[in-house]
């Protein structure tokens, strides 16, 4: 069965450095998103992709954050100058198409900014 | 702006009983609806939807879910719980015309017990 899969499982970083997060969608998947988890919260939406452009966007997805699908499979988060409060689980997902379906998660990268 | 409210951190059933997550919602437009699960360590599966139609909807693993549109709610139910049904459970909305992107409430963990 296709799946959503996402590197790194986790990821330890300082305060200040850069990450990216990959994700490699379903293969027929046109639509990407990323969505994060602070411990114990709830699942917020960060931006979604679509035709090679973000399509909409959350508060939270401020300057530091980017996204990018560079190859035709990859598709990335990238935060520039990372903060304590970024500690947080990130998901990918994907969907077919605009529709109102489902969307399908990876299971997820944790980052954890010290 | 659209949003929603699972108004129990946690749901406690026993094995063979009833159960119930609730659910309820806030959008300009007309709804679309959804609930996921996430097991430990996993990410977030789709298990239903509602679009259209009916207002009972059934979903993966005998869970079904009545969209109430006079109470905005969008209750998940199942009529005998398993205890393999214990995980995170989330519900999302999607407003028609406001893009792809699903809002999740914070989660609701049920705990079947044997």
């Known amino acids: 069965e296709p799946e959503v899969t996402q590197t790194p499982s986790h990821q330890v970083t300082q305060m200040g450095q850069e990450v990216i997060l990959r994700c490699v969608p379903i293969?027929?998947?046109?639509?990407f998103y990323w969505y994060r988890q602070i411990l114990g919260q709830k699942v917020e939406f960060l931006v979604s992709?679509?035709?090679?452009?973000?399509?909409?966007k959350s508060e939270i997805f401020d300057d530091q954050f980017s996204v990018e699908r560079p190859d035709g499979s990859n598709f990335t988060l990238k935060i520039r100058s990372t903060k304590l409060e970024d500690s947080a689980m990130y998901f990918c997902?994907?969907?077919?198409?605009?529709?109102?379906?489902?969307?399908?998660f990876g299971e997820g990268s944790r980052l954890t900014v010290l | 702006a659209q949003s929603v409210a699972q108004p129990e951190d946690q749901v406690n059933v026993a094995e063979g009983n009833p159960l119930t997550v609730k659910c309820t919602y806030s959008?300009?437009?007309?709804?679309?609806l959804f609930w996921y699960v996430q097991y430990p360590n996993r990410g977030l599966q789709f298990l239903l939807k509602?679009?259209?139609?009916?207002?009972l909807v059934k979903g993966s693993y005998g869970f079904e879910a009545e969209f109430n549109k006079s109470q905005t709610s969008f209750h998940l139910k199942k009529p005998s719980a398993l205890v393999s049904d214990s995980a995170l459970y989330f519900c999302?909305?999607?407003?028609?015309?406001?893009?792809?992107?699903?809002?999740f409430g914070k989660g609701t963990t049920l705990s079947v017990s044997s």
């Open positions: 509602y679009i259209t139609g009916d207002n």
């Open positions: 293969s027929n998947h046109l639509y």
């Open positions: 997902a994907s969907s077919a198409t605009s529709a109102p379906g489902e969307l399908f």
């Open positions: 959008v300009s437009g007309n709804p679309y």
């Open positions: 992709f679509y035709n090679n452009e973000i399509s909409e």
């Open positions: 999302a909305v999607r407003e028609d015309q406001a893009g792809t992107a699903l809002i």
